[in-house]
């Protein structure tokens, strides 16, 4: 299989499968990591996915957020569509406002009208939805069919969004972006909160309407399994360089790569025998995660960065640094949700909706 050759000195390129005689230059964020590893507490990468894998990796919120999409504005709103305990539904929208992702409105001092929407940076969310839903349009539709029908309203075609560059809008795939450090490169402690053990019951991101992004968010599981991913897209297989990279304990770690192998995304090799030792290396569907995971790094680099992303991305086949964008399948204009409208191919009337409306993702 060719390697990419980078175009900047430090850069290296994001393809997990690396010749074994060629060195890969190490970047300082990663150097960062191992030096910190020596201070005793457990680090990770600085990283804008794992800021927003932080949001949506958590069921309850991701489907607060998708419901907000949707149109859902007031608590028992959110309450009915999702059949969700009050004392849940409250925190959540708690966090929400405090991550400035909902804005909390009172009609006025004396009445109970209280309603929650979505910020600027709630919105800029959808992209991220976006890519999430086709993920789950093109692999996990088989069973039960593609729930929505997507309008691009700007050119009233329907529409297949893809993940694109911002220069040359041609669609961005993992063996033909590099990397480098940019100016928010390097390390942090493992949050004690960020450790913890992902919930049993998966089948909480299908609650309420059907939806191909809370089928993807299913498979991939929780923000362990998220960093798991992500560190197959720097080039690690091994269970040691994992462990390692992201300072997770080897039980969690163990059953993650056999929950990503169980579900496709992985698959598992031996590359040493007596002891046997395996690699994990991502199939053709795990590969297509990577459009998801570069507008989760986006909407992070854009609102929880400071202005200082921690990795600048270049687009080989342009040779021009890049922002990912969600674009129109026909127009390749970009799309943001008040240009998209959506026809349900579910019956919508035990979801509380229409057949066509202005829209998001489902």
Sequence with gaps: MPISIPIFRQETVLNPVQSPKRRVPRSKSAAAVQAGKAQGAPRERKCSVARTVTILSDAWTFLVIREAFFGAHRFEEFRTMLEIPRATLTDRLQRLVAEEIFRRIEYSETSSWVEYRLTRSGMDLYPTFMALMQFGDNWLSEKHGVPLQLIH??????????????????????????????????????????????????????????????????????????????????????????????????????????????????????????????????????????????????????????????????????????????????????????????????????????????????
């Design 153 to 362: 309203t700007q050119c009233e075609q329907v529409t297949k969004p893809y993940v694109g560059c911002s220069h040359c809008r041609e669609k961005v795939v993992a063996r033909r972006v590099s990397y480098r450090d940019g100016p928010g490169s390097g390390s942090v402690v493992v949050e004690p909160m960020k450790r913890s053990r992902r919930s049993s019951d998966d089948n909480q991101f299908n609650r309420g309407r059907p939806s191909s992004v809370s089928r993807a968010l299913q498979v991939i599981g929780d923000r362990w399994s998220f960093l798991v991913i992500r560190e197959a897209f720097f080039g690690a297989r091994r269970f040691d360089k994992l462990q390692s990279e992201l300072g997770i304990a080897p039980n969690i770690l163990s059953d993650r790569l056999t929950r990503l192998v169980d579900r496709g995304i992985f698959m598992k090799r031996m590359y040493q025998s007596g002891p046997d030792r395996f690699e994990y290396l991502l199939t053709p569907m795990g590969f297509d995660l990577y459009g998801p995971l570069i507008m989760m790094m986006a909407w992070g680099d854009k609102w929880r960065s400071n202005g200082k992303a921690p990795l600048v991305l270049t687009h080989l086949d342009c040779g021009h640094d890049f922002t990912p964008m969600v674009l129109c399948s026909e127009c390749r204009e970009p799309i943001a949700a008040h240009s998209m409208q959506y026809r349900m191919r579910y019956n919508p009337d035990r979801f509380g909706g229409k057949k066509s409306s202005r829209a998001l993702p489902g």
